[in-house]
């Protein structure tokens, strides 16, 4: 079992930045790949960052280049640096933990934070 604590969201303006934080515990947090999605109202749930247990990264195509994933398995934890927002970013925030096995999946979600960009 693992649980994930999302913090960081907020209000900014257009051009500014955060850093969302995703605290897991648990379970052996190095071994699942994180991930962040966001759904804005009346969307469906995207994928915006991975990271996997061995560090790679991909990111949508839409936040390329604004935002960074990164981990730090020592506090168990999984960021965002989220810069360059733009109000297209305004959305809920939530962390996912994916852990893929024989016997089946382990997935893991937490309760979101809200991000809004707006003037």
């Known amino acids: 079992q693992v649980q994930l604590v999302e913090s960081g969201g907020g209000l900014v303006h257009p051009g500014g930045s955060l850093r969302l934080s995703c605290a897991a515990s648990g379970s052996i947090f190095s071994t699942y790949a994180m991930a962040w999605y966001r759904q804005a109202p009346g969307n469906l749930r995207d994928l915006v960052a991975v990271i996997t247990s061995g560090g790679s990264t991909n990111y949508a195509d839409s936040v390329k280049g604004r935002f960074t994933i990164s981990r730090d398995n020592a506090k168990n934890t999984v960021y965002l640096q989220m810069n360059s927002l733009k109000p297209e970013d305004t959305a809920v925030y939530y962390c996912?933990?994916?852990?893929?096995?024989?016997?089946?999946?382990?997935?893991?979600w937490g309760q979101g934070t809200q991000v809004t960009v707006s003037s």
């Open positions: 996912n933990a994916l852990r893929r096995g024989v016997l089946g999946d382990n997935e893991y």
